[in-house]
């Protein structure tokens, strides 16, 4: 069974105040590691998918990067805009022919001014 | 902007009565879509996988008689909660897989509360 787990479970930063979010998991065959970010009352929104350990990605202020048992997403220098629930999710060989994924919990993070 | 829409976004219904929310594939076909259910300060949990043209797919612990899905085409499904509670009173998600699979989109998520 696939398995994700997110820490922490909340954040508190002041703006510039970069950190990172940890994404652990367990998986048989990763064919794929998402993460997404959800804001209060809304779907998530799609911002990366990581394939193989070693690979990273960007975006703006954000950079996920992946080994083979955790994934981390660093926020450098975030603003109060940043604030969110980020969540990380696995998609397993198991799930072959279908794109379900296994989700963590999430960390939700505030971003002061 | 959206590539996945979900209609309504919130709706009250009366305890006993069935509520539809659809689930709209922008601009790209979804032969197969993804209803979640969401609770407060939980994880997203699968619910079902829709397939056009065929049965949906429904996880362990969830009851297909209540919660109707239809793959009506390859743009459109539907959840139907049949029969509501007030338990079933949740946020619910759907998600489409892009192209190859490499991004999966979800909606902007349904709230339903059941009085």
């Known amino acids: 069974e696939d398995q994700v787990t997110q820490s922490p479970e909340a954040l508190r930063l002041q703006e510039g105040e970069s950190s990172s979010l940890n994404c652990s998991y367990t998986?048989?065959?990763?064919?794929?590691l998402f993460w997404y970010r959800q804001d209060p009352g809304k779907g998530p929104e799609f911002l990366f998918t990581l394939y193989s350990a070693g690979e990273e990605k960007e975006k703006e202020r954000l950079k996920a990067t992946l080994t083979k048992k955790e994934s981390f997403l660093h926020i450098t220098a975030p603003k109060p805009e940043d604030s969110a629930t980020y969540l990380c999710?696995?998609?397993?060989?198991?799930?072959?022919?279908?794109?379900?994924?296994?989700f963590g919990k999430g960390t939700m993070l505030l971003v002061s001014p | 902007g959206a590539v996945v829409s979900q209609h309504p976004s919130w709706v009250i219904c009366k305890s006993g009565t069935s509520v539809k929310i659809e689930c709209r594939s922008l601009d790209f076909q979804a032969t197969t879509m993804f209803w979640y259910r969401q609770f407060p300060k939980q994880s997203l949990m699968l619910m079902a996988t829709s397939n056009e043209g065929s049965k949906a797919t429904y996880e362990q612990g969830v009851e297909k008689d209540k919660f109707l899905i239809n793959h009506a085409s390859l743009t459109l499904s539907t959840l139907t909660v049949t029969s509501a509670h007030p338990e079933d009173s949740s946020f619910y998600i759907c998600s489409a897989p892009g192209h190859l699979g490499n991004t999966i989109y979800f909606g902007e998520g349904s709230w339903l509360t059941v009085v």
């Open positions: 999710a696995v998609r397993g060989a198991m799930n072959s022919g279908y794109s379900t994924l296994t």
């Open positions: 998986v048989s065959g990763l064919r794929g």
